[in-house]
């Protein structure tokens, strides 16, 4: 039994999440971190010392925090060949896409522009800051979309661990508020991820209680 600490709306929280859900691995998710507490007490601590989200603990291992480190565990011990493939080669391709994605994708969006757009009050929002993170993630997002104009998943032709480290931020993407430019092969891309029943589960959710009102 995996044994998971976080809330839902952490979106790191989101990506281990939907990669359980893609195995298809019984699990437990305790509600952690900012209103939920939790993640700084004593208990947790000794799990995890950074008192960060996610935390899991499969069975009597010791437990594993940082989300690419989790994910990369899931993976090696559960996964298919397809979504992680035993051949160093083709799994340093899959690899190699999930770190790009992690860099380049997610850590672009999530303090750039999530937290600006929506962690931050109305009054106190810097659309010149806004306007340059879109433009930086935008450089990215432009290279995805040119791979994902000959590929159908961002590594490749399956669905793989690249896909949870890419994909997990494009709901948020795609739902807030801000000027998005046109990408077809990503919005294709993402209309796919949409159709995954772990995905619309665990990352199409909510992220109302981290809005910022003035």
């Not at 925090?65 to 799994?91: C, H, M």
């Not at 494009?170 to 801000?178: A, G, P, Q, S, T």
């Not at 919005?187 to 619309?200: G, H, S, W």
């Amino acid at each position: 039994m995996l044994n998971i600490w976080g809330r839902a709306s952490s979106s790191n929280v989101q990506a281990v999440m939907w990669c359980i859900g893609e195995l298809g691995l019984e699990h437990q998710r305790t509600d952690a971190g900012l209103m939920y507490g939790v993640n700084n007490t004593g208990d947790y601590l000794t799990m995890n010392p950074n008192g960060t989200v996610p935390t899991l603990q499969d069975g009597d291992n010791p437990p594993i925090w940082e989300s690419g480190a989790i994910l990369r565990y899931l993976a090696n011990t559960y996964a298919s060949e397809d979504f992680w493939p035993q051949d160093p080669v083709k799994r340093t391709n899959v690899d190699m896409w999930a770190e790009w994605s992690k860099i380049n994708i997610a850590l672009k969006f999530t303090a750039p522009l999530f937290w600006r757009v929506v962690r931050t009050p109305p009054s106190k929002r810097d659309p010149a800051a806004i306007a340059e993170a879109l433009e930086a993630l935008g450089k990215f997002l432009t290279i995805a979309d040119d791979r994902l104009s000959k590929l159908k998943f961002i590594a490749g032709e399956d669905f793989s661990l690249a896909d949870i480290q890419f994909g997990h931020c494009l709901y948020r993407y795609f739902d807030i508020d801000i000027a998005r430019k046109d990408f077809p092969h990503l919005q294709r891309y993402y209309d796919v991820l949409a159709e995954r029943k772990p995905f619309r589960q665990h990352v199409m959710v909510s992220y109302e209680e981290l809005r910022e009102a003035d």
